[in-house]
């Protein structure tokens, strides 16, 4: 029997086990796991390395619209770039609806920005903005039909946020077709109020993004977004999770049995509101929603993910230019925080710190690794056992890693549109030296060797009972 590749001589690594295989693929699928495959095509020596399933990073954002004169940094090329060069396979951008447009408009734009132009593999999540009849009652339940079973619903931005009656009109419909909801939860009046109140008080530096949007406003809507999903029955995926005390809402939601999940970011875990708070602009690299918060949230989001509060890990990688006019240094973000682009990127550093805070100091184990990076995601959005598992029939997508390769995280190394990096300097143990996406390698030893027509869209089951992840 031979195969196309064999990667022998490491250590593969899955959510439930950790053991020496070797892995033969053929047609871009996993055909056998084992010693002594025979022949292939080519081998790939894995001694010393860890052999992962591809990450899944279900939280990016690329080419979104982002508001007059912004433009965001991330196209599909570019973002997808990124993605693999942080040793992903699979990202789930988010394909926004704008006022006054279908469901199926949407879409067909969004497509035709990422096809041909993907170096990994991607499946859109949903955002209803607006819940018409229409879109309720006929064309979201047929998109959930044809493959895309999850959408995201916002509680705070102008032009995005719900209200209480459109987030239940919403939740319903995912109740009735199996869909997969995810929730922005922040108080969008309470937000404006203290906004309003900054800025009359003169308070308009880019720290004061941070004051603006206190942990409070991040509790209230995530025991709101809970309390109105146990009215509907619906499972919700609480998103970029930042505090103790949002987590302690879906802490309390699982331990009564509601099928309630969260998510964490890397934001949280190495960056706080201090790092706002720098000299002219620079503070607007780290703007992002919720804000960064301190040294007690970051042991909490730990916490969180050590005691499987948060079933995932994703980047939101949001990018905009910093030394540019349509991105953080924008004309009226100079005159309020209230318009500095929103959002950091971070797609390709995820993984990287994930493992190298979390495996290399010994807080969380590599099996929960791979569930956080890239199992729980397949899982929870209707894309297991194809992706997010080294098994026999399973895509190969895979990403070798270099356990003990220390690196400084430059913005060089990142291969995203953006400008700068928020974790520039911060030296990681643990590294991603080769990403492969249905068995063609596409980066290698730093290297882009696939070229971007290779990724494609995924179409997606719906996730079993939409089940929360143990």
């Known amino acids: 029997m031979s195969f196309d590749i064999i990667i022998r001589g490491g250590t593969v690594v899955t959510a ?21 495959l025979g022949d292939a095509t080519a081998i790939i020596d894995a001694t010393d390395r860890l052999v992962l399933p591809g990450g899944i990073d279900s939280h990016v954002h690329f080419a979104q619209p982002s508001g007059d004169g912004i433009v965001m940094a991330d196209g599909f090329a570019s973002g997808t770039r990124s993605a693999a060069f942080g040793g992903n396979t699979t ?11 279908t469901l199926r408009e949407a879409l067909k734009h969004y497509h035709s ?4 132009e993907c ?30 079973t999850s959408l995201k619903v916002f509680m705070t931005y102008e032009g995005l946020a719900l209200s209480d009656r459109e987030l239940l009109e919403t939740m319903a419909v995912a109740r009735e077709t199996g869909a997969m909801l995810m929730v922005h939860a922040e108080n969008f009046d309470a937000i404006r109020f203290l906004t309003d109140r900054l800025e009359r008080a003169g308070n308009t530096a ?29 499972p919700i995926m609480i998103v970029h999770v930042s505090n103790r005390e949002a987590m302690d809402e879906i802490r ?9 999940m969260g998510e964490t970011c890397p934001q949280y875990l190495m960056l706080t509101e201090k790092d706002l708070d720098q000299l002219n602009m620079e503070g607007a690299k780290y703007v992002c929603s919720p804000p960064p918060r301190d040294i007690a949230s970051q042991q909490a989001c730990w916490e969180g993910l050590q005691q499987k509060v948060f079933s995932v890990f994703s980047s939101d990688h949001c990018p905009f230019r910093y030394d540019d006019p349509q991105g953080k240094l924008a004309p009226k973000g100079r005159t309020s ?19 190298s805070e979390g495996v290399v100091k010994g807080r969380i184990d590599l099996n929960s690794f791979v569930a956080f990076s890239a199992t729980n995601h397949a899982k929870i959005y209707g894309l297991y056992p194809r992706k997010g598992t080294i098994a026999v029939g399973s895509d190969a997508d895979i990403a070798l890693w270099d356990p003990k390769r220390k690196v400084t995280i430059r913005h060089e190394l990142i291969h995203d ?16 030296v080769l990403t492969m996406v249905r068995g063609k390698v596409v980066v290698e030893d730093g290297t882009l060797v696939g070229g971007k027509e290779h990724g494609t869209y995924l179409p997606r089951s719906k996730p079993p009972g939409a089940a929360t992840i143990p």
């Open 206 to 234: 880019p720290r004061f993004h941070a004051t603006s949007r206190p942990i409070p406003v991040e509790r209230e809507a995530t025991h709101r977004a809970i309390s109105l999903s146990e009215l509907v029955d619906v």
């Open 417 to 432: 549109g953006a400008d700068y990096t928020p974790y520039e300097g911060l030296e990681v143990t643990g590294w991603p």
């Open 16 to 36: 439930a086990d950790t053991f020496a295989c070797d892995v033969g693929i053929r047609d871009g699928k996993i055909a056998a796991l084992g010693h002594d």
């Open 252 to 260: 309390r939601a699982q331990q009564r049995g509601l099928r309630v």
């Open 113 to 116: 920005l990422a096809d041909g």
């Open 91 to 101: 990202v789930l951008p988010f394909c926004l609806q704008e006022k006054g447009q």
């Open 119 to 148: 170096h990994v593999d991607v499946a859109f999540h949903l955002i209803v903005t607006d819940p018409t009849e229409h879109v309720l009652g006929q064309e979201l339940p047929a998109l959930v039909e044809d493959g895309y």
């Open 337 to 355: 925080f209230r318009w500095v682009p929103n959002g950091i990127p971070g797609v390709a550093t995820r993984l990287p710190i994930l493992f």
